[in-house]
């Protein structure tokens, strides 16, 4: 079991909670102390998750939307041809949709990763655990 000047001061608890009785069955002997550094440890990474996910967010509609304002700015112009010539597609076609969707589909898994993608009930879990040997 980890002491107290073993951690980093951000692992450290803001105000010292009373031991759990009956945590050591759950979590294997760890001890409530070590549980709950663990699970700190969990909150903070998923924090830091999330915010990653809203810069992300942010990026991709400020690029995106500067990229649909460049294409009006140039289609008003008449500069359209100019841009994206291609065999088949009109000459004022819409190509900010390339990046819109395929950078969309990969901010729409990262915010399923971060929102969706690491939460389990109790009942997935106790399923996973009778499959193991």
Do not use: C
């Not at 105000?15 to 050591?24: H, I, K, S």
């Not at 390339?98 to 901010?107: H, L, Q, R």
């Amino acid at each position: 079991m980890s002491t107290n000047t073993e951690r980093t001061t951000w692992e450290m608890p803001a105000g010292r909670a009373e031991p759990v009785t009956g945590l050591d069955e759950l979590i294997g002997g760890r001890g409530a102390e070590d549980f709950m550094t663990v699970r700190r440890v969990q909150a903070i990474k998923r924090t830091k998750a999330k915010k990653a996910f809203k810069v992300h967010l942010l990026v991709y509609l400020t690029v995106n939307t500067m990229l649909v304002v460049i294409w009006v700015a140039l289609a008003a112009a008449g500069w359209s041809h100019y841009v994206f010539v291609s065999p088949g597609l009109p000459q004022d076609f819409f190509w900010p949709i390339f990046p819109i969707v395929g950078w969309g589909i990969g901010v729409v898994i990262n915010g399923y990763v971060v929102y969706r993608g690491n939460v389990y009930t109790e009942e997935q879990i106790q399923r996973e655990m009778q499959k193991l040997p």
